[in-house]
């Protein structure tokens, strides 16, 4: 089906998009995997290019496009390059509107330039070792000392951790409060205290570095307070559609683009003397995918149009997030499984997707969680 959201400017973009990724990110990928790194080189090229900040007003240097799909198409493209390692989609799409929508004049004069340029590579720290989902059991906490704040713990699994500027910290600054005694906290790089552990060895993204981070004694300033004083959990909860959303465009097109890759191989690849595209099941296999892949197309694009009008709610977030990630890790399994010997080789598109992807369906919240979203919804 021809899809109907995008205009002539989407697709201008995508091209510009793919030029990018031909030129600054498919030659260095290899490298930045075996790094565990993705090179700040390429953070300050796609400034140059305009891919960062794209919703960021123009007066602090961003895009000050707010239209969504112009991020659905970014990361299309970096997830049909086979390039999820180098996460834009994290800076743009989940940390971006923390900046835009809660920083003060103030901040976003301090941090919203660089954070377009690619000068200032962001993350946000929420998972500690032993708090995921449930925000209830953070406890990194945050000591008012008058005109600062005194900071400590721990936080895991933290994406671009180590490449890291400017860290959006969840903190408990008040003891008795629960999840509603949440604050959200800037670090910034050079703060003192302020430590990064290893860089966490995945089974895939490798090029994306994650990282522990540790914060002993830190102190953080009172402009630094980013949104309203124990307000972090009314923050967290308002941003997460869009960030379910950008996880979900990314499922979708990877179930899309291991489907053609592999009917590619199928109609090549002999076996008894003819292509397996000839055998019954590897043509069941196929039409099955496609139709998968049709049905949650229309969704997506459905729920991306609604975001992009400001119309999306969280529970239809959740369905997109936790149907496409799980239609990707079927895909990638069964497309592997056609593959046979050969998708078990890492040089194969396909065994990278495998391993890259597993991670959809477990983080911006779990499959599991997101159906105790949707359950809620409906059943109170």
Not at 6 to 23: G, N, P
Not at 177 to 200: D, I, K, Q, T, Y
Not at 266 to 283: D, M, S, Y
Request: include cysteine; charge should be negative; aromatic fraction near 8%.
């Amino acid at each position: 089906m021809k899809r109907q959201i995008f205009t002539e400017d989407h697709d201008a973009f995508r091209e510009t998009v793919r030029t990018f990724l031909a030129k600054e990110v498919t030659p260095h990928y290899e490298k930045w995997e075996k790094d565990g790194i993705v090179s700040r080189d390429a953070w300050r090229a796609a400034g140059r290019q305009g891919l960062l900040g794209l919703a960021v007003p123009e007066e602090y240097g961003g895009g000050g496009a707010t239209d969504f799909r112009y991020s659905a198409v970014l990361a299309e493209e970096f997830t049909r390059a086979g390039t999820p390692g180098f996460a834009i989609g994290l800076h743009n799409d989940i940390i971006g509107p923390y900046l835009t929508s809660l920083a003060t004049e103030e901040q976003k004069r301090r941090w919203l330039p660089g954070f377009c340029t690619g000068e200032t590579i962001t993350a946000i720290a929420m998972t500690e070792p032993g708090a995921g989902s449930d925000l209830q059991g953070i406890r990194t906490a945050a000591e008012d000392r008058g005109d600062h704040w005194i900071l400590n713990g721990s936080k895991t699994f933290i994406s671009n951790g180590i490449l890291a500027d400017l860290v959006i910290v969840v903190a408990k600054t008040t003891p008795e409060g629960g999840a509603h005694g949440l604050s959200l906290l800037v670090v910034e790089r050079g703060m003192a205290g302020f430590e990064r552990g290893r860089n966490l060895d995945k089974i895939g993204q490798k090029s994306q570095d994650t990282a522990e981070l540790f914060f002993n004694d830190v102190r953080v300033p009172k402009e630094n307070l980013l949104g309203e004083l124990n307000g972090a959990f009314v923050h967290l909860m308002t941003n997460l559609a869009q960030e379910r959303m950008a996880i979900a465009i990314a499922g979708i097109a990877a179930a899309e683009h291991l489907l053609e890759i592999t009917t590619g191989y199928v109609k090549e690849r002999e076996a008894f003397g003819r292509p397996l595209a000839k055998l019954q099941h590897i043509r069941f296999e196929i039409a099955e995918m496609a139709t998968e892949c049709a049905v949650t197309r229309a969704f997506l694009d459905r729920c991306i149009a609604d975001h992009s009008d400001g119309t999306l709610d969280a529970v239809h977030a959740s369905m997109a997030k936790w149907w496409a990630t799980e239609l990707q890790k079927r895909v990638a399994d069964r497309c592997l499984q056609l593959h046979g010997g050969y998708g078990y080789m890492t040089e194969y598109p396909v065994a990278r997707a495998f391993t890259d992807g597993r991670i959809q369906t477990i983080y911006g919240g779990t499959t599991e969680i997101m159906k105790e979203i949707i359950g809620r919804s409906l059943l109170g």
